[in-house]
Antibody, heavy 115, light 107 residues
Framework: EVQLQQSGAELGKPGTSVKLSCKVS????????MHWVNQRPGKGLEWIGR????????IYAEKFKSKATLTADTSSNTAYMQLSQLKSDDTAIYFC????????WGQGVMVTVSS | DIQMTQSPSSLSASLGDRVTITCRAS??????LTWFQQKPGKSPRRMIY???NLEDGVPSRFSGSRSGSDYSLTISSLESEDVADYHC?????????FGSGTKLEIK
């Protein structure tokens, strides 16, 4: 059974960074893409970017190019997303998802930005 | 970027009703259209992929179709467990883009 387990909720101060993790079990992430999606309170889903863990190749939505950094560790089968220069507007739930058409999702992690 | 225009933004229907949600793509996306169901406090669940293919375990009352640049998710007979938000996603071109979502409620 494929499972994506995300790290716990984060509380970050404005201007700081947080690093989220997404550990995959039941499938080798070398053989797929890992995506990250956010959902601001009461809003829809927004695609942030994806990484090919086999070679580290990344693609980002334009608005997240300076905000998010995607990495992956194939030895631990884990994907990561670092969010930098946090602002209140970054407060959202962040999901990792796996596969070309995002067939598998993590449980989501709430990131709250507040001083 | 490809824009996905989803309608309606909210929908209230009675149990047993036929319900249709639509996404219109601003450019040709072929059949690279996925539908997700998201219940309150939960992660999205893929329901339909490739515009018309039902995910394993999804009830057969759900179906997906395409007419030109319009993609539809249809529930043939609404059940109470179908109350959720529904989202479409195009995956033919980066950046992937979602529709704005549809909130489905029981009347």
């Amino acid at each position: 059974e494929v499972q994506l387990q995300q790290s716990g909720a984060e509380l970050g101060k404005p201007g700081t960074s947080v690093k989220l993790s997404c550990k995959v079990s039941g499938y080798n992430i070398r053989n797929t893409y890992m995506h990250w999606v956010n959902q601001r309170p009461g809003k829809g889903l927004e695609w942030i970017g994806r990484i090919d863990p086999a070679n580290g190749n990344t693609i980002y939505a334009e608005k997240f190019k300076s905000k998010a950094t995607l990495t992956a560790d194939t030895s631990s089968n884990t994907a990561y997303m670092q969010l930098s220069q946090l602002k209140s507007d970054d407060t959202a739930i962040y999901f990792c998802a796996m596969g070309w058409e995002l067939g598998y999702w993590g449980q989501g992690v709430m990131v709250t930005v507040s001083s | 970027d490809i824009q996905m225009t989803q309608s309606p933004s909210s929908l209230s229907a009675s149990l047993g009703d036929r319900v249709t949600i639509t996404c219109r793509a601003s450019q040709d996306i072929g059949n690279y259209l996925t539908w997700f169901q998201q219940k309150p406090g939960k992660s999205p669940r893929r329901m339909i992929y490739g515009a018309t293919n039902l995910e394993d375990g999804v009830p057969s009352r759900f179906s997906g179709s395409r007419s030109g640049s319009d993609y539809s998710l249809t529930i043939s007979s609404l059940e109470s467990e179908d109350v959720a938000d529904y989202h479409c996603l195009q995956s033919i071109q980066y950046p992937f883009t979602f529709g704005s979502g549809t909130k489905l409620e029981i009347k």
